[in-house]
């Protein structure tokens, strides 16, 4: 009777590792620093996008994640539903802002999907510029974070996935 419930709140648990660990990567000083993300809401906004995107492509290339996909993506709707309530924006303009933020954030994946489709650093920063930085170099040296990112994930075992990880523990 309560094995559907553990296995919910094993999810949860998991997903939450997850989540906080994309969390960790999105708020590195060095997107800020060093790659010219602006240090504002919107800019905070498009680091964690960005890496929201990058687990989720990922996690595509194993049908068993899928689940876990869906999850982190739902997770990441509710943080930032909660982040808008913190701003102090009122509870009827919070749908309105969700379904703006949304929009934002997967014209982002089809955006980074079609430019990683297309192949090569000059299409990605493309996709990038305007979006997260704003010409100049910046965007090639986001494009190039983003690449070497895809390869640290693509060394990530399922199984590190499936335990709410990003990075590999024995």
Not at 23 to 52: N, S, Y
Not at 53 to 60: D, P, S
Not at 63 to 92: H, K, N, T, Y
Not at 141 to 149: D, G, P, V
């Amino acid at each position: 009777m309560f094995e559907g419930f553990r296995a919910r709140r094993r999810n949860r648990a998991v997903v939450d590792g997850l989540y906080e660990a994309v969390l960790e990567r999105a708020r590195a000083p060095k997107l800020f620093i060093d790659l010219a993300v602006p240090d504002t809401v919107m800019g905070r906004f498009e680091a964690l996008a960005l890496h929201v995107f990058l687990v989720l492509e990922r996690c595509r290339r194993e049908p068993a994640l899928a689940p876990l996909a869906q999850d982190l993506v739902d997770r990441f709707m509710v943080d930032l539903d909660a982040s808008i309530r913190e701003l102090g924006i009122g509870d009827q303009s919070v749908p309105k802002r969700m379904r703006k933020l949304a929009g934002h954030f997967y014209e982002r994946v089809a955006a980074y999907d079609a430019a990683l489709a297309a192949g090569g650093i000059e299409s990605l920063a493309s996709a990038l510029d305007g979006r997260i930085v704003e010409g100049g170099d910046a965007a090639e040296r986001l494009a190039n974070y983003m690449e070497a990112q895809r390869a640290d994930l693509a060394h990530l075992s399922t199984q590190d996935l499936l335990a709410g990880r990003l990075r590999h523990e024995a």
